[in-house]
């Protein structure tokens, strides 16, 4: 008889320990959700400050330099000697306007937050020399199709017919969590076939340019980040880059 209870305790017991098992399941599947939004929104912070830090390391050799620095090449792999260097100093404009940040020449992080490249954009005018204050102005419309001036921004996913200027000198950009249109560690692109509209618009390929004033090929600033586009951007203005370099006596 006393057998008969115990086992029917046992029994018991073991029913109860299945309902817990099952009530913890559902209560660890409703907090994971909350906490991968939690873990997401916290690379997206790190890589925002990481950014900033960018910004103010391209500052700081424009100041330097007297220009800013040309992209690196997107393809070569961390092992390769030369991944993570600019493209060496002419006293032209960069032959490539857009790749990836180089990351060695400004001792910046080479990954953002989801081990991915930092793509980089930079205007033909700022990537030489910059020798005159005033902002160009085209006479002509032979002048106007020349090599951009300016990086492109449009908050638009669908590009405008003409994109209004926006004085940027260059643009840093993470290609955020799904890493659409950039490259990783290996020197591989990172498809982009199921990239937002916006997001096709952040594709660095390797012989992707800015286009011209006359037919620019604008990046996008998401205008609803995390919903239309996870990229994370931050741009130099060009009076923010002339500013730096009266400040440091490159100009008068």
């Not at 001036?149 to 405008?160: I, K």
Request: proline residues 8%.
């Amino acid at each position: 008889m006393a057998s008969s209870v115990a086992s029917a305790e046992a029994g018991f017991s073991l029913v109860e320990l299945a309902i817990a098992l099952a009530v913890l399941g559902v209560m660890l599947t409703g907090l994971l959700g909350p906490l991968q939004q939690l873990r997401t929104h916290q690379r997206q912070q790190d890589t925002r400050a990481a950014l900033a830090a960018i910004r103010q390391g391209l500052l700081g050799y424009a100041m330097s330099h007297g220009r800013l620095p040309c992209p690196a090449d997107p393809a070569l792999a961390d092992s390769h000697a030369q991944a993570g260097l600019a493209l060496p100093d002419t006293g032209m404009p960069c032959q490539r306007q857009a790749g990836v940040l180089p990351w060695k020449t400004l001792g910046a992080p080479a990954l953002d937050a989801w081990g991915h490249r930092y793509s980089y954009a930079v205007a033909a005018r700022y990537s030489q020399p910059v020798s005159q204050l005033a902002y160009p102005q085209a006479s002509s419309a032979a002048e106007l199709a020349e090599a951009a001036w300016y990086v492109h921004l449009t908050a638009s996913a669908t590009p405008p017919a003409a994109v209004q200027q926006t004085r940027l000198a260059a643009l840093v950009l993470s290609h955020g969590a799904n890493g659409y249109g950039g490259w990783d560690a290996l020197g591989q692109a990172l498809p982009g076939a199921s990239a937002s509209s916006g997001e096709q618009l952040n594709i660095v390929t390797a012989g992707r340019d800015l286009g011209s004033n006359g037919a620019p090929k604008p990046f996008y600033g998401p205008t609803n980040p995390g919903v239309d586009s996870d990229d994370v951007l931050e741009a130099i203005p060009a009076p923010l880059l002339l500013h730096a370099l009266v400040s440091a006596g490159r100009l008068p």
